[in-house]
C-alpha cells in the first residue's frame, strides 16, 4: 500500500505547548498534490478507575466544542510526564481518587484521521478518595464525579448515551482483556 508523503510543513497554531495545528504539503498515494492540516503533540492518559465494589468513576463535564454535557473516565494530557505518572495526576485532579494499584491496558489514536493523539489507558483498581487532593485551579467547578457499575456502563455504551470516544474505547479494552470479570 502507498503512504502519503509529506513535502513540507506550515505551523499554524501552536496552543501553549500542548498541542500544535499544522498544515502539511503533500503527495497523496495516488500522486495528486494537496494540503492536509494536522493536529500534533496531543497525547493523553486515561485512566478506568475502579473500587473494591466493582464501581467505575468517571467524570461529568461541559464540552464547549460539541455544546454537550459528557460523562468521562479521567483522562488529560501528558504535559511533558510519563504516562504512568499524567494518569496519577489526573485521576487526583479530576476526580479526587487515589490508587496504589495500575495496570497500563495499552493504547490507542484518537480522531487518526485529523490528529496524532495517541491514549495512554490505564486500569486503577482499589481507588478511594483522598481528603487534600491536588486541583488544577482551572478544574473548579468543571467536573462532577460519579459511580456506575460495569453492567450499568455497558447499557449506556449499547443505548448510545455514552459518547466519548476514549470511555469507550478504554473501557472496552479492559473489559475484553477481562480486567472486569472479577466484578461482574
Do not use: C
Amino acid at each position: 500500500m502507498k503512504k502519503w508523503k509529506k513535502v513540507k510543513t506550515i505551523e499554524i497554531h501552536d496552543y501553549n505547548g500542548y498541542y500544535r495545528v499544522e498544515k502539511d504539503e503533500v503527495v497523496t498515494p495516488g500522486g495528486k498534490t494537496g494540503q492536509y492540516s494536522v493536529v500534533r503533540g496531543a497525547s493523553f492518559a486515561v485512566v478506568v478507575p475502579i473500587d473494591k465494589n466493582g464501581d467505575i468513576w468517571m467524570v461529568k463535564q461541559h464540552r464547549y466544542p460539541i455544546d454537550k454535557i459528557t460523562l468521562e473516565l479521567p483522562s488529560g494530557g501528558l504535559d511533558g510526564e510519563n504516562p504512568l505518572f499524567a494518569a496519577k495526576r489526573e485521576l487526583e485532579e479530576e476526580a479526587s481518587l487515589i490508587s496504589s494499584n495500575w495496570e497500563r491496558l495499552g493504547e490507542f489514536y484518537e480522531a487518526n484521521g485529523l490528529a496524532e493523539a495517541k491514549a495512554y489507558v490505564f486500569i486503577a483498581y482499589d481507588v478511594k478518595k483522598t481528603k487534600n487532593p491536588r486541583q488544577d485551579p482551572l478544574d473548579k467547578d468543571v467536573f462532577e464525579v460519579e459511580k456506575y457499575s460495569i453492567n450499568q456502563i455497558k447499557k449506556m455504551i449499547i443505548n448510545n448515551e455514552l459518547i466519548d470516544s476514549p470511555l469507550i474505547s478504554a473501557f472496552s479494552m479492559a473489559f475484553f482483556q477481562g480486567k472486569l470479570d472479577n466484578y461482574l
